[in-house]
């Protein structure tokens, strides 16, 4: 299929090593319009955007301090989407709140909750990625269960029918990871390979063709994590190098140039010694071995945290960071948690994400603070914390949501 050319704004939320952004006893990443935190005592907690019900308080009033998600007491982990969010239970299952016009909540209906609902049939999730309509789960066994839109095969079932209830992902059974893009998921098997389903400009599989079944992405053998967002996916290899494929606009490929790669993947200039990576709508960010963090592509707000707005297609250093353990971005904006629990965030903050108190953009990092003073640890993917602060969020098709 050709590329699209239309940028929509939807978030990536893979529970993943990159995936598994794991930061104290439960997870961490970043998003644009709300927020969630999932605490130790086994609640959630939500503030920002809530048009369609994605805090989960029973209204659908925004807030700028966080409100309680009604009826969850056991979560382990929390995920957001464009427009909804879900949590994984203690039990193995997984609650869904939010917009649900195409079945992206799991309950097999369209109806939108202002309160969580139990996605149907899911009892032993370890993680869950959610996506822009579509949301997908990760199973103890190793196989994946994918539900909602589905007009590009992103749910991995053979078909392109859209599933209001959980569906197996094709083939496969041996997954330690899975990321969510806008129309696209992958899954980090056992073996140190990627599968990809669903658009055929994410795959990578020397084609441009959707793929309603997983396919191999190519070039990589030793992925050890991975992440999807926007358009645009990359994956660290063993020996500490990146590969990223897709969409490459802003030089989110991080390969020196502005060209897309749609059917291969081209390898990050000057990333050897990654250990983790993230990445944006059109940006990309990797945690370094020394605790450092390079960052690259689209710049507009101060993303990449190198103290300018200039664009970058070549990584850049983030000012000021040297003991990162984890990175977690969002649209246009990024985190680090450090080692000494804290979080440092910068880019956008038009809606007040970098959480400084302000709606300022910084170009650098600056400190999260919050009314809760929550910490977070990365120093391994579910060491134990007080509290754990998850930083996700929808990527909204365009600020027209908010008139």
């Given at each position: 299929m050709a590329p699209k050319s239309t940028r929509r704004k939807v978030l990536l939320i893979g529970?993943?090593?990159?995936?598994?952004?794991?930061?104290?006893?439960?997870?961490?990443?970043?998003?644009?319009?709300?927020?969630?935190?999932?605490q130790t005592n086994g609640k959630v907690l939500c503030w920002g955007m809530n048009l369609d019900g994605q805090l989960g308080d029973g209204t659908t009033d925004s807030r700028t301090?966080?409100?309680?998600?009604?009826?969850?007491t056991t979560a382990t982990s929390v995920a957001i989407g464009a427009y909804e969010s879900c949590a994984v239970l203690t039990n193995g299952?997984?609650?869904?709140?939010?917009?649900?016009?195409?079945?992206?909540?799991?309950?097999?209906?369209?109806?939108?909750?202002?309160?969580?609902?139990?996605?149907?049939g899911i009892t032993t999730a370890k993680s869950i990625a959610v996506g822009d309509h579509h949301a997908c789960a990760l199973l103890t066994g190793g196989t994946v269960k994918c539900w909602g839109l589905n007009d590009e095969g992103q749910l991995g079932d053979g078909s392109t029918t859209d599933s209001t209830t959980?569906?197996?992902?094709?083939?496969?059974?041996?997954a330690t990871?899975?990321?969510?893009?806008?129309?696209?998921?992958?899954?980090?098997?056992?073996?140190?390979?990627?599968k990809?389903?669903?658009?055929?400009?994410?795959?990578?599989?020397?084609?441009?063709?959707?793929?309603?079944?997983?396919?191999?992405?190519q070039n990589i053998t030793t992925a050890t994590g991975i992440a999807t967002n926007f358009q645009h996916s990359c994956a660290v290899l063993t020996d500490g190098t990146v590969e990223c494929w897709g969409f490459n606009s802003d030089g989110q490929l991080g390969d020196g140039t502005t060209s897309s790669s749609f059917r291969t993947t081209v390898t990050v200039l000057g990333i050897t010694t990654a250990k983790s990576i993230d990445v944006g709508s059109t940006h990309a960010c990797a945690v370094l071995t020394d605790g450092k963090v390079k960052c690259w592509g689209e710049n507009d707000s101060g993303q990449l945290g190198d103290g300018t707005t200039t664009d970058r297609s070549t990584p850049v250093e983030v000012s000021g960071i040297t003991s990162a353990t984890s990175v977690v971005l969002g649209n246009d904006h990024?985190?680090?948690?450090?080692?000494?629990?804290?979080?440092?965030?910068?880019?956008?903050?038009?809606?007040?994400?970098l959480g400084d108190g302000t709606e300022t953009d910084r170009a650098t990092p600056v400190d999260v603070t919050t009314a809760y003073n929550t910490t977070a640890t990365a120093s391994?993917?579910?060491?134990?914390?007080?509290?754990?602060?998850?930083?996700?969020?929808?990527?909204?098709?365009?600020?027209a949501i908010f008139a």
């Open positions: 529970l993943l090593p990159l995936c598994a952004k794991g930061v104290g006893a439960l997870t961490f990443d970043a998003g644009t319009f709300h927020t969630c935190t999932a301090t966080p409100v309680e998600v009604l009826g969850i299952k997984v609650m869904c709140w939010g917009e649900n016009e195409h079945g992206e909540l799991g309950d097999g209906t369209t109806t939108n909750r202002n309160t969580p609902v139990e996605v149907s959980p569906v197996d992902v094709s083939g496969i059974t041996t990871s899975i990321a969510v893009g806008d129309d696209h998921s992958c899954a980090l098997l056992s073996d140190k390979t990627v990809c389903w669903g658009s055929g400009s994410d795959v990578a599989d020397g084609t441009m063709d959707d793929r309603s079944t997983p396919v191999l992405t990024s985190c680090a948690v450090l080692t000494d629990e804290k979080v440092k965030c910068w880019g956008d903050n038009s809606a007040g994400e391994g993917a579910y060491a134990a914390a007080p509290t754990t602060i998850v930083v996700l969020s929808a990527l909204i098709a365009s600020l």
